[in-house]
């Protein structure tokens, strides 16, 4: 009876585990605006004359919709990372590092449309650091995203760019990069084991070891 129940116990508890949704959507662009916009005290772009008007960037953004925060159309992400890599340099914005991310649809100009804004903290979102996609095209809400992700296209309306990377430094210089999206591709859901999955499991493995020398 006592090895049932701890037989029991323990597949309760591998139950209760849950698994966290990584959805990604790869992001990929040009840009339309050279190394002259880089400011001087950027300390992580050491040489900004290697960036050039029509370099290739990439993006992948990788988030769990189940954790969003929605208000209306515009839905911030609580477990998500974002990484913006153009001339072997690599930039990561993630939620685990207190930045802020956000998805709205519509997007930021209107029905349409859909946007990212990306922020090194919500409270200088327009003061600090941050990056914003524009896109035409529609999305139904954030769980449909990476399915429709391949439908979006760049927003040639969007003002001042489709893409801009701005960085503000405290000697007055700035980074102020800006570009095309030139495509976006999700990929498939895939359920991701959490850290405490894998205590569940090993902590149930040990139960039906004990179980079984009784």
Sequence with gaps: MTKLLSILGCLAVLACAQSAQADS???SGNL????TAVGSGDPVITDPSTI??????????????TTATQSGG???LNDASLTLTFDSYSFTYSTAAGNFLEFSTPGAFGSGTASFLVCSSFANCFTSDFLDLYFAGTVTDLSSLQSQAGGLTGDASASPSEFEFLRNFEDGSQTDLQGILTGAQGAVTSAVPEPSMFLFLAAGLAVLIAARRR
């Design 32 to 35: 339309s605006s050279d190394g």
């Design 74 to 76: 515009n839905f911030t």
């Design 52 to 65: 050039n008007f029509g370099d290739p960037f990439s993006i992948v953004f990788t988030y769990d919709p």
């Design 25 to 27: 959507i790869t992001i």
